[in-house]
């Protein structure tokens, strides 16, 4: 919203404005391929056909993305899980804003945090980290773990 604003009020900004968002557009192309990387190799290991597999998960990420933008107009009055109070009036797009950002994010720094604090070899990050990896070493191992765990509880509360 305030972007074309901004842009609209700057000298060349229609120039800057379409320059602006088609690198953005680039940006956001660049970014989902690489997203989609690790499950078309995944696919493509288990014997599916790289075209196939890259055709077929960016068709189901597409249609996921087209729901959360239903869910701002046309399903605009679709709720699913009004049966729960705490999702009662929540919309696709807030559905997915709540696991994104309240259960996989923090789960997904907490079993970071496990597997590199005690699953891969002290060696790997104390050759990129130094001096500080004795410091760090600890944080993650202990500290981060449990910071996460009250995060994570404090989301679902």
């Known amino acids: 919203m305030t972007l074309p604003v901004a842009f609209?009020?700057?000298?060349?900004g229609s120039f800057?404005?379409?320059?602006?968002?088609?690198?953005?557009?680039?940006?956001?192309?660049?970014?989902?391929?690489?997203?989609l990387e690790s499950l078309v190799s995944y696919l493509n290991e288990k014997g599916v056909?790289?075209?196939?597999?890259?055709?077929t998960g960016g068709?189901?990420?597409?249609?996921?993305?087209?729901?959360?933008?239903?869910?701002l107009n046309?399903?605009?009055?679709?709720?699913?899980?009004?049966?729960?109070?705490?999702?009662e009036g929540k919309t696709l797009f807030d559905l997915y804003d709540y696991l994104t950002a309240n259960i996989m994010m923090p789960l997904g720094a907490l079993f970071t945090a496990i597997f590199v604090g005690w699953k891969m070899k002290p060696a790997h990050s104390a050759a990129e980290l130094g001096g500080w990896h004795r410091i760090w070493?600890?944080?993650?191992?202990?500290?981060?773990?449990?910071?996460l765990l009250v995060v994570f509880y404090f989301n679902l509360k």
């Open 16 to 35: 800057f404005a379409t320059l602006f968002f088609v690198l953005l557009l680039f940006a956001a192309w660049t970014s989902s391929i690489s997203m």
């Open 59 to 71: 068709l189901v990420a597409w249609l996921v993305g087209i729901t959360t933008v239903l869910s």
């Open 137 to 147: 070493y600890p944080v993650v191992r202990y500290i981060s773990p449990i910071a």
């Open 49 to 55: 056909n790289r075209v196939k597999a890259a055709v």
């Open 74 to 87: 046309e399903w605009s009055g679709f709720t699913p899980l009004d049966m729960f109070a705490r999702f």
């Open 8 to 12: 609209g009020q700057m000298p060349g």
